[in-house]
């Protein structure tokens, strides 16, 4: 089962920031936490990831709370390019190299004009 | 573009075939998971490989199989095939995670198979 809380759905104007949060409140000390977007019927898209420190890159930033139990992915400027489905997943590692993503149902961002 | 190829793009099959899909990994990588995407759901987590054998296995039966190449492709096999397996089936590729390693798995487009 996904470890994962997220909203269903966010409304976005065009431009603004959107903020998408994640509640995880049974993450492990050594599990990360990923946020992928998936456009409708293509493969998932890497964004971002961090254990416990905030993180940013050229597509997003990542806030997480000091006690970790929740975070909350930035998009500073969303475009309508932007509208798709976001997962927050936890990950640990399990030994020998292995790891997995275990995705729930996300949160349907859609960018408005 | 991640660099990570499928195919074929999509299939049709009929329940008790088998099938055979196929993932081609990013340039380096050398482990490959494979997912299972459900219309309207997340993609599930079927088996991961590294080094040409599988590494974690989420909750799908056996007749979900898997290999994995010297030059880290991939199949994933499925055999007796039923209804419910119409899905998107998705592969990433990834350097294996080791502790403290900060890894990602990068994901092909995926093959959309009907099963009939």
């Known amino acids: 089962d996904a470890k994962t809380t997220q909203p269903p759905s966010m409304d976005c104007a065009e431009g603004r920031a959107a903020n998408l949060p994640c509640n995880h409140s049974?993450?492990?000390?050594?599990?990360?936490v990923y946020w992928y977007r998936q456009i409708h019927s293509q493969g998932p898209q890497y964004i971002i990831h961090?254990?416990?420190n905030n993180e940013t890159n050229e597509m997003a930033s990542l806030i997480i709370t000091e006690d970790r139990k929740s975070s909350t992915l930035i998009l500073p400027h969303a475009t309508l390019r932007d509208t798709a489905v976001y997962y927050c997943?936890?990950?640990?590692?399990?030994?020998?190299?292995?790891?997995?993503?275990?995705f729930g149902k996300g949160t349907k961002l859609s960018v408005i004009p | 573009e991640t660099g990570v190829t499928q195919s074929p793009t999509h299939l049709i099959k009929t329940r008790g075939q088998q099938v055979t899909l196929r993932c081609s990994s990013q340039?380096?990588?050398?482990?490959v998971s494979w997912y299972q995407q459900a219309l309207g759901q997340g993609p599930q987590f079927i088996f991961q490989?590294?080094?040409?054998?599988?590494?974690g296995r989420g909750n799908f039966p056996p007749r979900f199989s898997g290999l994995q190449f010297p030059n880290y492709s991939s199949e994933l096999n499925v055999n007796a095939l039923e209804l419910d397996d119409s899905a998107l089936y998705l592969c990433?590729?990834?350097?294996?995670?080791?502790?403290?390693?900060?890894?990602?798995?990068?994901f092909g487009p995926g093959t959309r198979l009907l099963v009939l």
């Open positions: 990433a590729s990834s350097l294996a995670w080791v502790q403290g390693s900060r890894e990602t798995q990068y």
């Open positions: 049974t993450i492990s000390g050594n599990e990360y």
């Open positions: 961090g254990l416990k």
């Open positions: 490989y590294y080094r040409e054998e599988e590494n």
């Open positions: 340039s380096g990588h050398n482990t």
């Open positions: 997943i936890v990950a640990a590692y399990s030994g020998a190299g292995s790891y997995q993503l275990t």
